[in-house]
């Protein structure tokens, strides 16, 4: 399916609306844009899950190093994952490192 990304920025926040699969293909994009979105200074990063079809652990690496670029004081949160990709976290663990929101 692919993946489709559309951020939004404002001020040290931004919000990235997530469309399709996170897999060993896409995983890069999303990794590209979170880097981006650090770089330029985003402290609290909130990925809408609503259209989230797939994560795999390659989306859970790029989820990972995005947590840990963004340092303690930062924040990158899960928006309304759909349970599969729920699931995913919770197998993983990663729920504990990230804010899931409802």
Do not use: W, Y
């Amino acid at each position: 399916m692919g993946l489709e990304l559309v951020s939004q920025v404002i001020g040290a926040a931004a919000r990235v609306e997530l469309h399709g699969d996170v897999d060993m293909a896409t995983a890069p994009q999303l990794r590209r844009v979170l880097d981006e979105l650090i770089d330029g200074g985003a402290a609290e990063i909130v990925l809408d899950c609503r259209h989230l079809e797939f994560l795999d652990s390659s989306g859970i690496g790029a989820l990972v190093a995005a947590r840990t670029r963004i340092g303690a004081e930062g924040v990158i949160a899960l928006e309304e994952p759909r349970a599969n990709v729920r699931k995913v976290l919770e197998v993983t663990g990663v729920d504990r490192e990230l804010s899931i929101r409802p």
